[in-house]
């Protein structure tokens, strides 16, 4: 039982990370070893316990210390200088963090997990017990904590808010969800109308919904601003009344993930936090990704954040008496000064073909510079000048703490052969890659003597909120039986356009009364939601279930089958037309010429 000493109750937790850390701080690890040991191990060691307790802030907030201690450099007889808070360390490493987890977040984000599946299994023998003692006869989203709850349900309760700030309806029939109140529109947040209220606060999205199952266009524009009836009007219904389901808006297939849990919980614990730039997202997207070492990539990020022990930085925080550069004597040393300008690293860049990106140091902060070179050199001279920046880094303190001047020659060396050896590891993997893949131009075969073969796509035009579905039937010689196009309004997923395509190749099979029959796609997402039975709660349930019951229909005579867009060319192709001209026609043994034009080029 957990009683009121929490701490105590879970301290076993924080010692078998203090146990951890302590055995690698004996050993000399890269930043690159470090990180990859804080995330695979120490912050991995709570999960259990936190995918059911939401554990204690002090306890959380020792983990955090323990672990930043380690990346920083903390020994059993010393403690290290911290350069950056956690949770700059916590920023996702395409926004300039590294990556690194915040522990209550991340355990708020895996407590939410009970809660979803108290919302997806409501009939399990958890969610029984819960609400019977909780929030008996009440729906679980509008459960109240209650008087003297226990531990668990005080857990579940405070990660229901990540649920809360995630999930929003498929609408069915519109009967559970309120228009003002609910959760329901489906857009990056927020997906409670922007409008203002002209309808009754009680009213629900059934009253938005016709007898055919359709949406009120001119009700929903009289009521709507245009950004909500647009969003409104892409809304997938089914064909016939299905109830309302709760679907997890950040998952294509609408299911809880603790992944994207995390990002809405550091969402509600940094509410005001601004967000990176696009510009500085590509950046770092592009630095991170380049082929290096992780500890000269994590020196690189150190650098533009300015996280490094210069001079400068170490005068700021009082541990030296003045912020003049240790080898020139001359200036204060900052970062942009101790890797390229002051006189004893310019030597080492005038021995290379990038002495114009010292220049740019002068008017702006390494950051900036970095913003610049990502623009303006490939990635193999980028590659090539970060690893000069490390090595004009490490000359730098081997003059500090050896006091020994290191040959420029030398410098560019080593830079140039970690950037070689890291090329040579590139290129066997995709040489080995390249043998993985299969061969470009594979071509469209024609069925087994005495089948059919149909061929369904796509075409989408998200501007103009538009989409072309193409078939094309051939016999076993090749031949085309029927060409059929379809237009129909984008719902905001490419997935569910391409099983829109699915569904209208087999109504077209249906009407010619073909068998048996192969049906070729080159979506793998709708043949694994069709096939493999994989659940979706999301609205392209409602096709995938007409294409289920349409297969079933066929009893085994129609087979859905997953192939290479570069055979599906014909399909893709009439889905253009369609889209193009927004036409809708089915053509039986003889194709028009203007439609032959096209596609005769893939015969």
């Not at 399990?124 to 008087?147: H, N, T, V």
């Amino acid at each position: 039982m957990i009683g009121r000493k929490k701490v105590s109750f879970f301290k076993d937790i924080k010692l078998r990370i203090l146990s951890k850390i302590s055995s690698w701080q004996s050993k000399l690890f890269s930043s690159g070893g470090k990180e990859t040991l804080i995330k695979a191990v120490a912050q991995a060691i709570p999960a259990y316990a936190m995918s059911v307790f939401r554990l204690p802030t002090t306890l959380c907030e020792d983990i955090r210390r323990v672990i930043a201690g380690f990346w920083w450099g903390a020994k059993k007889d010393r403690k290290s200088t911290h350069w950056a808070s956690w949770e700059k360390l916590c920023q996702a490493k395409g926004r300039g963090g590294l990556g690194f987890r915040d522990i209550t977040s991340f355990n708020q984000a895996l407590v939410a997990k009970q809660s979803w599946r108290i919302i997806k299994y409501p009939e399990s023998l958890m969610a029984k017990i819960l609400q019977a003692k909780y929030f008996k006869g009440a729906d679980f989203l509008q459960a109240k904590l209650g008087s003297k709850p226990s531990f668990v349900w005080r857990s579940i309760i405070w990660g229901r808010q990540v649920i809360v700030n995630g999930m929003r309806w498929r609408i069915g029939t519109g009967d559970r969800v309120k228009i003002y109140k609910s959760h329901w529109i489906p857009r990056p947040q927020a997906f409670k109308p922007i409008s203002a209220p002209t309808l009754g606060m009680d009213c629900t999205v059934a009253e938005l919904i016709d007898e055919n199952q359709k949406w009120k266009e001119s009700l929903i524009q009289q009521h709507f601003n245009f950004e909500d009836a647009e969003l409104i009007s892409r809304i997938q219904l089914p064909i016939s009344p299905k109830p309302d389901q709760i679907l997890w808006h950040y998952d294509k297939k609408g299911n809880y993930s603790v992944k994207s849990g995390y990002q809405i919980a550091m969402r509600i614990k940094h509410p005001a936090r601004p967000s990176s730039s696009s510009s500085n997202l590509g950046q770092w997207n592009v630095i991170w990704s380049l082929e290096l070492p992780e500890k000269i990539k994590i020196f690189m990020w150190k650098a533009a954040r300015n996280f490094l022990p210069t001079s400068e930085n170490l005068w700021r925080r009082k541990m030296v008496q003045e912020p003049i550069c240790p080898r020139c004597k001359m200036k204060k040393e900052d970062i942009n000064h101790a890797i390229m300008v002051c006189k004893a690293a310019k030597k080492m860049w005038k021995l290379t073909p990038f002495v114009e990106e010292m220049q740019l140091l002068d008017n702006q902060d390494l950051l900036s510079m970095l913003q610049e070179l990502v623009n303006r050199r490939s990635k193999d001279e980028l590659r090539l000048i970060i690893a000069l920046c490390w090595t004009a880094w490490h000359t730098r303190n081997i003059f500090v703490f050896e006091n020994k001047r290191q040959d420029p020659q030398i410098s560019v060396a080593k830079a140039e052969a970690v950037v070689e050896s890291y090329a040579r590891v590139r290129m066997t993997k995709v040489q080995a890659a390249a043998k993985a893949i299969p061969a470009k131009g594979a071509k469209w075969i024609p069925p087994p003597q005495g089948h059919f073969k149909a061929n369904v796509d796509a075409a989408v035009n998200k501007e103009k909120n538009q989409v072309g579905l193409g078939v094309v039937i051939r016999d076993d010689s090749g031949a085309i039986i029927i060409a059929a196009v379809n237009h129909t309004k984008y719902h905001g997923d490419v997935a569910q356009a391409e099983a829109a395509a699915v569904n209208f190749g087999l109504q077209v099979v249906m009407e010619a009364s073909l068998s048996p029959l192969i049906l070729e796609t080159d979506c793998q997402d709708v043949v694994d939601f069709v096939l493999h039975n994989k659940s979706s709660r999301t609205e392209i349930y409602w096709t995938i279930s007409e294409i289920q019951q349409k297969l079933q229909s066929f009893n085994s005579m129609v087979e859905l089958q997953k192939i290479q867009r570069t055979c599906n060319a014909i399909a893709h192709t009439l889905a253009k037309i369609a889209l193009v001209n927004r036409e809708s026609c089915v053509w039986k043994g003889e194709i028009p010429c203007h439609i032959m034009s096209d596609i005769s080029k893939f015969l």
